[in-house]
T-cell receptor, first 113, second 113 residues
Framework: DQQVKQNSPSLSVQEGRISILNCDYT??????FLWYKKYPAEGPTFLIS?????DKNEDGRFTVFLNKSAKHLSLHIVPSQPGDSAVYFC????????????FGAGTTVTVRA | NAGVTQTPKFRILKIGQSMTLQCTQD?????MYWYRQDPGMGLKLIYY???????DKGEVPNGYNVSRSTTEDFPLRLELAAPSQTSVYFC????????????FGNGTRLTVT
């Protein structure tokens, strides 16, 4: 069963505007969350993460927000740039499962010039 | 640094054939992983290893085998290829478990016909 869900398969945004990607999870034991970015014919690369003790983490143009009560996190990209066009995966892990990341199905972001 | 290197990039197999997907990393990482990604799905963990000589099953291990004789190499073996194993396979590594982000290779696209 899918414990991490990204319900929007795709997102199109104009260059310079904000991109908001959403992710929901069902496992209340998840305590660490990550976003990965993937270009075609390449492997995913780590983008940003957040621990469950925080509700926000920022790194340059990328900010991740965590709402534990709603089991929801989001990734904001401001401003969006053409190089941000990629597939974004949300992932989560529980402290009790040191090795195992659960991934969402991904959201394809297209930034229009 | 090459990072995580996977070979081959592409392969077509006939049903019942066998092959080994190669993965090597030059970062002296202890943890290594094999994932598969099917269209519209998140990455699923096949096998993982926490160090040389130690391997364990992930979520979807059936039809696969692995070995970890050295820190650098983590090959994935398909013994009797089936159409259900058509997928993109990613190898990943990280220095320790916990919250260390994964470093991924560029993937092997496998088609079984």
């Amino acid at each position: 069963d899918q414990q991490v869900k990204q319900n929007s398969p795709s997102l199109s945004v104009q260059e310079g505007r904000i991109s908001i990607l959403n992710c929901d999870y069902t496992n209340s034991m998840f305590d660490y969350f990550l976003w990965y970015k993937k270009y075609p014919a390449e492997g995913p690369t780590f983008l940003i993460s957040i621990s469950s003790i925080k509700d926000k983490n920022e790194d340059g143009r990328f900010t991740v927000f965590l709402n534990k009560s709603a089991k929801h996190l989001s990734l904001h990209i401001v401003p969006s740039q053409p190089g941000d066009s990629a597939v974004y995966f949300c992932a989560a892990k529980a402290a009790s499962n040191d090795y195992k990341l659960s991934f969402g199905a991904g959201t394809t972001v297209t930034v229009r010039a | 640094n090459a990072g995580v290197t996977q070979t081959p990039k592409f392969r077509i197999l006939k049903i019942g054939q066998s092959m080994t997907l190669q993965c090597t990393q030059d970062m002296n990482h202890n943890y290594m992983y094999w994932y598969r990604q099917d269209p519209g799905m998140g990455l699923k963990l096949i096998y993982y290893s926490v160090g040389a000589g130690i391997t364990d099953k992930g979520e979807v291990p059936n039809g696969y085998n692995v070995s970890r004789s050295t820190t650098e190499d983590f090959p994935l073996r398909l013994e009797l290829a089936a159409p259900s194993q058509t997928s993109v396979y990613f190898c990943a590594s990280t220095l320790t478990g916990g919250n260390s982000p994964l470093h991924f290779g560029n993937g092997t696209r496998l088609t079984v016909t």
